[in-house]
C-alpha cells in the first residue's frame, strides 16, 4: 500500500466542546460555520489516510477521559456548542490527547505520537484560533512542523483578532493559511512530493 498521508496529520483542537463558558455563545457562530470545512478536512484525511488526532483541552475535569469528555459535552444539550460536538464528535480510530493548557504540545504525549506516525507536516483547526490553536501551532513551529492553518477551519470569538491570529501564523511561522474553498487536502498533501 501506498502511503498517501505525506507525513501529514490532521489535528483538531478543542472539538469537543460544550462551548459553556464566557464567550461561548459569541463564539457559536463561527465554530458552526467551520463544521463544514472541517468536516471535509476530516473526510479528506480518511481517504488519503492522514492521522485524524483530536487534541481536546480537559475543561478542568481532571478525572475525565476520552469518553467522560464526549458524554459530558454532549449531555449539555442546550450549550452553545452542543451542534459542534455532535457533527465532530470523534471516531474509534481518531486519536485522542487530552491537554491541560492551551498548546497541544504541552504536558501532552503529543510529541511523542506526532514522531511514531512519521509526521512531519500538520494541519491545524479547531478553536480558538487566537489562543489554542495559536499557542499550538506555535509550538509545532518551534518544533520544525510544516503548518497549514485553514483559514476557514478555525472558529474566534472576534473576527478581528482571529485575523490576527491567522496573520502572526502566516507571517512569524510560515504556515500556510488559505481556506479550504483554495487549497485542499489532497493539494497540500501534493505538496509534500
Known amino acids: 500500500m501506498v502511503d498517501k498521508s505525506g507525513g501529514t496529520a490532521l489535528v483538531l483542537i478543542d472539538m469537543v466542546n460544550a462551548l459553556a463558558f464566557d464567550g461561548g455563545e459569541q463564539l457559536r457562530e463561527s465554530a458552526e460555520a467551520a463544521i463544514a470545512p472541517l468536516l471535509a478536512l476530516r473526510d479528506g484525511a480518511d481517504a488519503a489516510g492522514v492521522p ?26 442546550d450549550a452553545p456548542g452542543h451542534r459542534l460536538t455532535q457533527a465532530l464528535c470523534p471516531r474509534q480510530d481518531d486519536y485522542f490527547i487530552i491537554k491541560p493548557q492551551f498548546s497541544g504540545f504541552y504536558a501532552t504525549n503529543l510529541p511523542v505520537l506526532l514522531p511514531q506516525l512519521g509526521v512531519s507536516r500538520l494541519v491545524l483547526a ?11 501551532a506555535a509550538d509545532a513551529h518551534m518544533r520544525q512542523y510544516d503548518l497549514w492553518v485553514p483559514a476557514d477551519a478555525v472558529a474566534g470569538e472576534h473576527g478581528e483578532r482571529t485575523r490576527w491570529a491567522l496573520e502572526i501564523m502566516r507571517n512569524s511561522m510560515g504556515a500556510e493559511t488559505r481556506p479550504t474553498s483554495d487549497l485542499t487536502l489532497a493539494e497540500w498533501l501534493a505538496r509534500s512530493d
Open 52 to 77: 485524524v488526532i483530536y487534541v481536546n483541552d480537559n475543561n478542568g475535569a481532571w478525572h475525565y477521559e476520552r469518553s467522560r469528555l464526549i458524554e459530558s459535552a454532549l449531555a449539555q444539550e
Open 126 to 136: 479547531g478553536i480558538a484560533a487566537d489562543i489554542c490553536v495559536l499557542f499550538t
